[in-house]
C-alpha cells in the first residue's frame, strides 16, 4: 500500500491514483449534479445513489400506489429483518443477528436499558468524551429513567486525539454494567480497537454496546469473531441510505432471549396480527424491533447497502486508508505550515475514514470552503474541520484540488469576510 508509494505534490499524481483505482466505476453509480462540487461530508450525509431513486420511485408508484396494503406480504413486512442481513454481511455478523429499525439514537436506549436491566446489580456505566453527545445524553437519560442510582464514568482522552486501550479498561470494574462507546470517534477519527475493548468488559462482567455509525461501510468490521454483545448504527452516513433513513441493531443470537426490549411495540411481538392482549416478544431479533418501518426511507438503506456489498469492505478500507493518507501527505506540506495541526491519528489503523484538520480560525475557513471554494467539509466546535473521505465516490483528485483550495482560502486570508457565528447546522 502506501509505504510502497512515493506520493508526490502534482495534480497528475492525483490523476494516476484514479486511474489505477479499481473501485472508480463506483463513482458513476452515484447523482452527482455539480462535478465541480467536492463533498467531503459523506460521514455526515452520504451521496444519493442512483438506484435510489429508480427503487423509492417503484416504491411509491407501484408497490403504494397500486398494490397499497398487500405490499406489506410482497416483502415490506420481511424488509427489516431481510436488509438486517444484508448489513450484518457488512459487520461481518451472523444473517439473524441485525434488524433495521428506528434511529440510532433509539436503538442505543433500547439497548441499553435491557442490558442495564440485564446486569441487575451493577451501577456503573463506562462510555468517554469522544463519544456522540446524542449517545452520552440517552445513556444519562436511560439512568434517570431506571431511577437506580447508575453512575455514568466517562473516560478522558490525553491527547483530544486517542483513546488507548488502557484508558478505557481501567474504568471497567465489578460494579460495571455497561461499556458504551463509538467505534471511531465522530470528531478525531479515533478507531479503538474493539477486540480488546470488547474481551476486557466481557472479563469483567459487563455487556459492551457499540456505535457504529462512523465504521457501518468505512471500515471492515467482525462483530462475530470480536464476540459482540451489542452494537447500534447509522445508515445515511457511509451506508448513502438518505436522511434520517433508519438506522440499524445487533444482538448476538445467545443473548437475543435474554434481553427484553423495554419498547415493546406490536413489531417485536410474537405473532403482531393476532392482535393478543398481552406482549409475548419475538424468540429472535425481531423482538428489537417496536413499531412499523418507514418503508420509502428503509428501501433507500438497501440500495446503499447492496453497493457496499458489491464493492466489498477490504477494498473499500484500502482505498480510503491510501486517500486518507495521501491527504495527510498534502496537509503536512501544504497546511501545516499556514497554522494547521492535525486531528486525527496518524497510524492507519488507528483511523477511520474522515480526518480532522484543527486551526483557531476553523468555523470561519469551514464556512469559506462552502460559500466561496465549493467544497463541503463540515466543523466540529472547537476547531476541527473534518474532511471526510468516501471511497466509493472520493477520487483521489478531489482530495488534492480540496487541499489547494483550502490552501488559497488561507494564505489569501478569503475566511476574513466570514462571521464565526456558528450556524444552527454544521
Ligand atoms: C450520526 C450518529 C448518530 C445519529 O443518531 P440519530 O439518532 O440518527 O440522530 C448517533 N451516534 C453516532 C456515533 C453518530 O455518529
Redesign the pocket.
Known sequence: MSDQIAFSLDAEFAAELDRADPLRRFRNEFVISDPDLIYLDGNSLGRMPRATAERTRTLVAHEWGVGLVRSWGNGWFDAPAAIGAKIARLIGARPDEVVVAD????NLFKLAIAALCARPNRRTIVTDEFN?P??LYVLQGAATLLGQGHHIEMARSPDTVHMPNEVITKCIDSDTALVSL?HVA?KSGYLYDMQSITAAAQDAGALVLW?L??SVGAVPLELKRDNVDLAVG?SY?YVNGGPGAP?FIYVRRDLQTELRNPISGWMGQQAPFNFELHYQPQSDIRRFLSGTPPMISTAAVEAGADLLLEAGMEPLREKSLLQTEYLIYLFDRKLAPLGFTLGSPRAGSQRGSHVSIRHPDGLRIDKAMIHAMNVVPDFRAPDNIRLGITPLYTTFREIHTAITRIERVVERRLYEQFSDDAPTVT
Open positions: 434511529s440510532t439514537s433509539v456522540f446524542s449517545d463509538t465522530f456505535d455509525s462512523h447509522c452516513k438506522a
